[in-house]
């Protein structure tokens, strides 16, 4: 038997997967290597059941939770262990690239494949995870299904199927309609893990900089999002003077000014307006309603009620000067606490990298970007390995990490997985 | 034969026709009154059918211009005069009301009823039309198809067909479609006017301010549309910091407040933001791109050139304060210059409005709305009659006007276009 030091994961075979698996299921139309594989669309189908077919015949038992989280569990020598699990997510932004989640679900199955044609015996069962909607990209909610199964998520999984995509549809539907609305409980409690391993790529540009390979990432920071609506009154707006105007828009535009302002005045963290949506479609009308979410992320959750409060005491300030009649609410909430990981994790982790790249190649990292990990963490023992963006780059088609950095995360993943498997053995 | 002077439209045949025309062709879901009757859209065509088929029975000669514009005439004695127009559109705004626009074409109808029934002969040929997009909701370009016939507007009958709809559907696919690209030159050299009078709905307060019931309108106000174009680069909302952004929505934020804040500073009239489009649809990510329209309106073209400036030069001193690699530019411009009314057709409507009310019910007024009748002014003599909105309100499903301002407008209609005809007559 290959001893378990030996052991190397296949860089062509998992390149080769990557991009092809991404060429066939989500490739974003007009570019090289974007991607659009929105959570439980047809392209996220097509990936699922080839990844169900491929992990099959691995011999893995498979299980589909409530949420479409896919589990595929490879058996180990222990009867009564539950399982290391390793994953990410299939789902991309609506023009993201093939790295991010990607990488780590695809680098999980190379590490089970590399463990089925070495015929390794674990002594943990070891299972690899797809979880559901990690982006929020179509159902709004990041790491939505991974936030249900740990059960700490304050939006649980009935509020989760009630969720609708921008057609109307619900997750429960799309759940449904693709075939993967699975019976297996969506909770550590009754579908646990022993601990719970994450690749990805790094999404932010300090490896690179500091010309380093991997990063043990030790927490994720603290990040909250409000879904914010400012009403006003419609108008014509060649009839209606402008001291007279309840302009939504007017006002939406200065609060989300304010959003960046307040987090580049204060120093506490960072804040953002990604999407925007206004209910006038006329030029000639004056919008009478605005729709938009503010995404804060802090260190620490005291820095994100910090910065969140400064933003709405300026918001309160900005409408009372406007004086216009128009208003805003925060109509929902939601968010992920600071994470940190566990010292058997990050250890595992890190040994494994300085294995296989030394010490000098390798930092301690905090994630500025949530992952399924940081749900995971909140219930089980857990760590995360980044491997370099180029340029820092995510979220975009321009996205890439080297087949060589891809090949280097896995390997690290693997040796991780069996260095912790090795831990608990030894415990018993 | 009934006198001119004594003919009277009738008030609830109009009130009759426009409300069941409007619950037949576009109400809109969930409202009791609100129209959504987009240029070209199924409803457009069945309402236009109708018209069609009406009017015919009625015995007008049927022409449909190059531009779908819709030309219904009755024959005059005289057989070498043009005829004189009556008209305006019958596509309202994505959430509008059953008044703007329709009470111009089912006024204009109720005309040519009355005529019908009363057997009268007219000297010229009488003509109702009906304007394809007057809105520029479906298609960007508010008056369009007036402005295509009146060869004055900059955007040309081949660049119109080319505007596209948010679907990608062009307007001559969706002229195509409807059955309504006509083959009359839409041009008033070739298919032209002796005048033009169009009914309308003020849509603004002061009528019923003022207690009166008639506006007499001597001039449109002058109007600039510019589509704004807003680039920064996309990056992820928790691994980028602040310092190293280039949000699109932070920069874009600032001008639309800008826009609104410069109308103010200025008093030189009023400027507005209605759309707005964000390339973005993840709350991840920061905005790459976004899209705006600003409607800047003014008494003069002078006044409009001089807001526009200033509003410019804000702009330009945003994007160096910001200095955040954003970017914005104008790609493309377009608007209606100043109009004056013609005092031929100013006196028509006036001594009409005066008998039907009497000297203190009617003011003169210029419109804040761009109408059909500003392009139309540029090449034929023309007026337009305005009648109360209730509370100013317009582009809005609780847009009002009651059946008997309706029917006052209507029979101002009539009355003016009998007095314009005799001048004609005598004339000769």
Known sequence: MTSYRELQVNGDRLNNTLQTTCSSWGALAGSATGMRRLA????DKEVRD??????TALGCDMKVDQMGNIFATRPGTSKDKKPIGM??????????????GILGVLGGLEVLQTLHENDIQTHCPISLIDWTNEEGARFPGAMMC?????TKST?????????????????????EAIGYLGDTPCDYRENGLESYFELHI??????????NKVGVVTAVQAMKWYAVRVSGVEGHSGTTPMESRSD????????????????RYTGLGVATVGVISNDTQSQATIPSGVSFIIDVRCSTDTMVADLSSAIFKKFDEIVQQENNSTSYHVIRNWGLPESTFHADCIEAVRSAAVNEVGESKIMDMKSGAGHDAAWASKVVKASMIFVPSKDGISHNPAEYTSPADCYLGAQVLLQAVLRYDEVVSRRT
């Open 40 to 43: 439980l669309s047809q392209e």
């Open 50 to 55: 080839w990844l169900v077919e491929l992990c």
């Open 87 to 100: 994953g990410s997510h299939l789902d991309t932004q609506p023009a993201g690239g093939r790295y991010d």
């Open 146 to 150: 991974s936030g249900v199964w740990s």
């Open 155 to 175: 939006t649980g999984l009935e509020a989760c199927y009630a969720v609708k995509d921008t057609d109307g549809v619900s997750m429960q539907e799309a759940l």
């Open 202 to 211: 790094e999404q932010g540009p300090k490896l690179e900089a500091a010309g």
């Open 248 to 263: 939504a828009l007017v006002t939406a535009s200065k609060l989300i000014a304010a959003v960046s302002d307040t987090a």
